[in-house]
């Protein structure tokens, strides 16, 4: 696990890359990203971003979590909980998170986001070839019924593959 102050890494990023928003219901206290988070559609998003990089043999490395505080955080980054939403004085701007996109530049893979319209704007000059994963969506409900269907379609893959003796 890694502290929140190591924004850069080394090598290229392969394979697609899931942005997925924080939360703003937390545990308290130092936790890694993936597990200071408690709001239920942060699990559904998770749960949906999972389920779309491991069919293609990616893991959590993938998927990044943009934090209203830190910008783009991986998941098994420690983080200390916090009370920030975007727009606040002291949230994270537009430009660190371009910053912590070069992680990505050259990357081989596409960028979906998963995100709220809050969330895109931020980071949409990082990223402005992404594929926004909510088009058409008329609102948190729908956005909700589409992360469920992405994962149970995942749930059902794994149940057929399993079943059917196949692996990949």
């Given at each position: 696990?890694?502290?929140?102050?190591?924004?850069?890494?080394?090598?290229?990023?392969?394979?697609?890359?899931?942005?997925?928003p924080c939360s703003?219901?937390?545990?308290?206290?130092?936790?890694?990203?993936?597990?200071?988070?408690?709001?239920?559609?942060?699990?559904?998003?998770?749960?949906?971003?999972?389920?779309?990089?491991?069919?293609?043999?990616?893991?959590?490395?993938?998927?990044?979590?943009v934090s209203a505080?830190?910008?783009?955080?991986?998941?098994?980054?420690?983080?200390?909980?916090?009370?920030?939403?975007?727009?606040?004085?002291?949230?994270?701007?537009?430009?660190?998170?371009?910053?912590?996109?070069?992680?990505?530049?050259?990357?081989?893979?596409?960028?979906?986001?998963?995100?709220?319209?809050?969330?895109?704007?931020?980071?949409?000059?990082?990223?402005?070839?992404?594929?926004?994963?909510?088009?058409?969506?008329?609102?948190?409900?729908?956005?909700?019924?589409?992360?469920?269907?992405?994962?149970?379609?995942?749930?059902?893959?794994?149940?057929?593959?399993?079943?059917?003796?196949?692996?990949?």
């Amino acid at each position: 696990m890694t502290d929140t102050t190591d924004t850069t890494t080394t090598g290229t990023h392969r394979g697609p890359l899931v942005l997925i928003p924080c939360s703003a219901p937390k545990r308290s206290g130092r936790h890694t990203a993936a597990d200071l988070y408690t709001g239920s559609t942060f699990g559904s998003t998770l749960a949906a971003a999972r389920s779309i990089v491991r069919p293609y043999g990616f893991g959590d490395e993938c998927i990044r979590i943009v934090s209203a505080k830190h910008g783009l955080l991986r998941l098994d980054q420690l983080v200390d909980a916090y009370d920030v939403t975007v727009g606040d004085t002291d949230a994270v701007t537009t430009d660190v998170i371009v910053d912590q996109s070069r992680e990505f530049d050259g990357m081989a893979g596409d960028v979906l986001m998963l995100l709220p319209a809050a969330y895109r704007s931020l980071v949409g000059d990082a990223f402005p070839d992404a594929i926004d994963g909510f088009t058409g969506t008329g609102g948190i409900g729908d956005q909700r019924g589409g992360l469920r269907r992405t994962r149970d379609l995942e749930a059902h893959r794994t149940r057929i593959i399993t079943d059917n003796g196949w692996r990949n």
